[in-house]
């Protein structure tokens, strides 16, 4: 394939899911329906479905078919242990505590290592994670690199850490930190990859204060890529084999396999520590279940277990990071101002630089996305000032940056998808002078974004 300059999906299609292909006039009314709120569509009014890349995209025939191995004993299931060896080929820790989703895995570590007067630094942490963190009242805190901050600024491992940052705060604050997180890839940040240099530079700063380094490592595969693309000296090495690198610097992980491992349900947590895995299990017997299926079907197992070996695959990697990409490049192509370089598994537009006439607190990414979804069907979703604006105290200030992102489902979509795609956003992009802005009429007290009734101004 090395000859041909276009990159094909490395797949064909074996069981086809109808669109159903709305008018505008049907999306108009729907919209009233849902008080403007793009959670609160029937997804069958949906054309192209990029609110998550989590847990939307397609199985493989050999998922299907492993799903039909699933053994459903409620100890010691074949299908447990054809799981373990999945993870344990890629994240060879010594234990391997299965969970329903990533969150589940966070809650468990958390409530053990967490607590008030604790403070839990991670590269950035996604929503999930710092509401597990904050829930067992220790602090949150986010030490990305400097660069992650400016939308345009390019850095080819934007998602790194700040290791001087994180050296200030061990030198300051060391016996409060349980556990240094490095998210990979940095969701929240944009879906930028780590560096196996800055993974090193922050281990070495943990062994320093004997202080453990967790992953958050849900995109693995995408951060392997990336690493294997823009490292100096990793272009040669195999996927897997970066993946045990980025194992091999840490003590343990927190996973959804609603990413990277290619499944729609499914996670795990994985360390070294004896002590630390015993009180972890304790904890997950409570609420999700013994610890060889862990709050997951047989089933499930076996299509993670089959899904691990599919997502290091070099041609799957390629034209799935070069897919998101491609969509990137053909909206920055067009003028429309957007997070760069472009991440492993979404696309997030500017919309402060694109809509400057929607004051934040007229909330423009809520704007765009919802004339995404009215001209077009595309459904993807505001992060800024809807999402990050409302506090604690009842005050409302505008977030860091109003963004909307796309986020690509693996294997989901094909080409003429994105290609339509790119063609409704420049058409929102050409008329984005005429938008106009929200306001909420009716919000819950925390999380908003998910259930907020909106009215056009
Ligand atoms: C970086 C990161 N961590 C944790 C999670 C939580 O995983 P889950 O949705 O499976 O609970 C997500 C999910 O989007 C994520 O992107």
Redesign the pocket.
């Known amino acids: 394939m090395e000859r041909w300059k276009t990159i094909i999906e490395p797949f064909r299609i074996h069981s086809v899911e109808p669109i159903r292909l709305t008018t505008r006039e049907e999306r108009e009314r729907a919209l009233k329906a849902a008080g403007w709120n793009l959670f609160n569509l029937h997804a069958d009014d949906v054309i192209i479905d990029l609110l ?4 939307t995209g397609a199985m493989s025939r050999d998922q299907w078919a492993a799903v039909q191995h699933g053994d459903e004993s409620y100890a010691g299931s074949p299908s447990w242990f054809t799981f373990l060896e999945s993870v344990r080929e890629l994240w060879p820790y010594k234990h391997v505590i299965p969970t ?7 809650r468990i570590l958390f409530s053990v290592l967490g607590g008030p007067g604790k403070v839990v630094p991670n590269n950035t ?5 710092r509401a597990n963190v904050e829930a067992t009242g220790a602090e949150a805190l986010d030490l990305p690199i400097p660069e992650a901050l400016h939308p345009a600024t390019v850095h080819p491992f934007k998602g790194n850490m700040d290791v001087t940052a994180l050296e200030r705060l061990l030198d300051e604050r060391a016996e409060e930190v349980p556990v240094v997180f490095v ?6 940040g944009g879906g930028q990859p780590v560096s196996l240099r800055n993974l090193r530079a922050v281990r070495t700063v943990c062994d320093r204060h004997a202080i453990p380094l967790f992953l ?1 490592a ?2 693995f595969a995408e951060n392997a890529w990336f690493i294997k693309l823009r490292e100096e000296g990793q272009g040669g090495r195999a996927i897997p084999d970066i993946v045990r690198d980025m194992a091999s610097l840490a003590d343990g992980m ?6 990277d491992g290619l499944a729609n ?3 795990w947590l994985a360390m070294n520590d004896d002590q630390l895995a015993e009180q972890c299990r304790n904890l997950l017997i409570l609420t999700e279940g013994f610890p060889t299926y862990g709050g997951l079907a047989g089933r499930d197992l076996e299509a993670i277990a089959q899904g691990l070996r599919e997502v290091v695959d070099e041609d799957y990697l390629r034209y799935r990071i070069r897919s998101t990409e491609y969509l990137g490049d053909a909206i920055d192509a067009a003028g429309v101002p957007l997070v760069k370089p472009i991440g492993g ?1 979404a696309v997030y537009l500017d919309a402060r630089a694109l809509l400057p006439h929607i004051p934040p607190l007229e909330y423009p990414g809520h704007a765009l996305s919802v004339a995404l979804y009215r001209e077009g069907g595309i459904r993807g979703t505001e992060i800024g000032t809807v999402m990050f604006g409302r506090h604690p105290d009842g005050t409302e200030t505008p977030a860091a940056m109003d963004l909307v992102r796309l986020a690509i489902p693996r294997r989901t979509y094909t080409q003429s998808h994105v290609d339509y795609v790119i063609e409704v956003v420049r058409f929102v992009a050409e008329r984005a002078a005429q938008l106009r802005g929200f306001r909420i009429v009716e919000e819950p007290p925390r999380l908003r974004h998910f259930t907020a009734k909106f009215e056009p101004l």
């Open positions: 998550t890349d989590s847990g329903h989703q990533g969150r589940a895995a966070e942490h996604f929503d999930t994670t998210t990979i890839t940095n969701n929240s958050d849900c995109r927190t996973m959804s396999a609603k990413k349900i499914g996670g598994h």
